[in-house]
């Protein structure tokens, strides 16, 4: 067992632990716990364990009364939120079903410091429809359904495993897979809990973990226009409301991008002070950043008359976009106070205003922006689909967000070198043009048209790269990085290995991939 996943050692809870199989450790520094819904227990996960145990370790837990765990005398959600507080490690990342997501919900709401991030599957924010929420249960059925329960329970849960399959494409061979699952409930537990699924309301704010919502495309339990109340969500094409059951592949591909984005969040106060430490040197050394930058001012047409810089840094395209549109009310945008200090005091506030911001909850009102301007800055938000809210949140209809960032090859051999090294995280991670494109798309943006370049820079030595890369403030700020000071012997091991990649001229080579576009709301 990996030292670092604390499992409660109380009999009562039914648990199974999955260590990760990869042979140098887990790629995530915490586990997953996996939550399951009502009428089930952790076999209703079939091999989706063990899937996902190839790259972290997995936790299952059987909900009280459900499988190997005791019943508990009270069913409230305080009490199951508090039930789960003993049960889980300190700190997780947890995958929660139908039921099973709307706790883990809850819980990532009123403990965030003890979760990573939050996966649920057929999961609504409320089960039983009300009037302000249609997109759930008719109360009627829902009713009906706690009636059958008490009268006759093996009838019910028969009638649970054919909701569960309803529609799905692979329904007839899902339906067999369910019943031969051979679940243990308490008669009470099952009753006060299904009471407990028409009572739970999801918390309508955004959580401050990450989150990834998926979604079978005809679940009979959740209702797919459910998905405009739900952010973050994922629709499975085809999928019942078991889709991690009817179409493994496709959710474990969703999970596993999601985690391994998560594995490399930037750490945005650790991202603001390396750049207001980096404020004077970043102009003499960000001559990629103004090239790449100047090309997307080249790109602008029309008369914006409100244009945000977002990630503004030392206001250099700031002056630009005031010089080529002189009538616009420009304001420049950053996460680093040290940026903005400088910004202000080498561009004055003539025509220019400085505002201390997040991208990803900017202190602008709605429909107020004609054009974002991004030069290198989107990179550092964690959450593209919050992001990507954001900003159409902001601009007006028809305007337009033009942007540049680095993708996942940048500094590939810098990243490739280090991986002769050791197995920590020294270089920063950056979205691919896919998840891009999906994250504008998931926020309603009409027209999308972004492209990728890669363009290869030359140093005269590893050790004139990564100082570059410090004058710029874009070294390595990752979350999950090593706490490990980087050592002259590990630095040697570093340039030996960069060696490979040296070319005839003498200089080693940085390959940057650039994507870049113009997105309209």
Not at 18 to 34: A, D, E, I, M
Not at 142 to 170: E, H, M, V, Y
Not at 396 to 418: C, I, K, N
Request: include cysteine; glycine fraction near 8%.
């Amino acid at each position: 067992m990996n030292a670092s996943v604390k499992i409660p050692a109380d009999p009562s809870i039914g648990i199974r632990y999955y260590p990760c199989q990869r042979q140098q450790g887990s790629l995530h520094k915490v586990p997953l716990v996996l939550v399951h819904g009502w009428g089930a227990d952790s076999h209703i996960w079939g091999s989706l364990p063990q899937q996902l145990s190839q790259w972290v370790d997995i936790i299952t837990l059987d909900l009280p009364g459900f499988g190997d765990s005791a019943p508990i005398a009270d069913y409230s959600e305080s009490s199951l939120l508090g039930w789960l507080g003993d049960a889980l490690p300190s700190y997780c990342s947890m995958l929660g079903l139908s039921l099973g997501g709307m706790l883990c919900r809850s819980f990532a709401h009123q403990y965030p410091e003890r979760v990573s991030a939050l996966i649920t599957i057929g999961s609504n924010r409320q089960f039983v429809a009300s009037k302000d929420y249609p997109s759930a249960m008719a109360p009627s059925d829902f009713n009906a359904f706690i009636d059958s329960w008490q009268t006759d329970p093996t009838a019910c849960l028969k009638r649970f495993i054919g909701l569960q399959a309803q529609g799905d494409q692979q329904q007839r061979q899902l339906m067999r897979e369910l019943r031969s699952y051979q679940t243990a409930i308490d008669h009470r537990s099952g009753q006060d809990l299904l009471k407990l699924l028409g009572a739970l309301r999801s918390p309508n704010s955004v959580l401050q973990v990450p989150v990834l919502n998926l979604l079978g495309e005809q679940d009979a339990l959740v209702p797919l226009d459910a998905a405009q109340y739900i952010d973050d969500m994922g629709i499975i094409p085809g999928a019942g409301h078991l889709p991690h059951l009817s179409a493994p592949a496709q959710v474990l591909g969703q999970i596993e991008r999601f985690m391994d984005c998560q594995r490399y969040q930037p750490d945005k106060p650790k991202v603001a002070e390396s750049f207001g430490r980096a404020a004077a040197k970043y102009d003499r050394a960000a001559q990629l950043q103004h090239r790449v930058g100047e090309q997307l001012l080249d790109s602008l047409s029309g008369h914006p008359s409100r244009i945000v810089d977002l990630g503004c840094g030392t206001g250099y395209h700031s002056a630009q976009l005031q010089q080529r549109f002189p009538k616009a009310h420009i304001t420049g945008v950053d996460l680093s106070p040290g940026m903005l200090a400088y910004a202000e005091s080498k561009h004055g506030t003539a025509g220019l205003n400085w505002l201390c911001g997040d991208a990803e909850a900017l202190p602008l009102s709605s429909g107020s922006q004609s054009l974002i301007f991004s030069n290198f800055a989107l990179q550092w938000c964690g959450q593209l689909r919050r992001l990507a809210r954001e900003l159409f949140r902001v601009l007006e209809p028809q305007g337009q967000l033009v942007f540049a960032v680095p993708g996942p090859d940048t500094l590939l051999e810098l990243r490739q070198a280090w991986a002769q090294v050791d197995g920590d995280i020294h270089v920063n991670h950056f979205a691919s043009l896919s998840h891009w494109e999906e994250a504008f798309a998931s926020a309603g943006f009409c027209r999308i048209n972004l492209k990728s370049h890669r363009l290869a820079e030359q140093h005269q030595s590893v050790r004139a790269l990564l100082l570059e890369l410090k004058e710029v403030g874009a070294h390595n700020n990752n979350i999950g990085k090593s706490a490990k000071m980087t050592g002259k012997q590990r630095l040697k091991a570093l340039y030996n290995a960069y060696e490979q990649y040296r070319l005839p001229n003498g200089e080693i080579p940085a390959t940057w991939e650039i994507i870049s576009g113009v997105v309209t709301r």
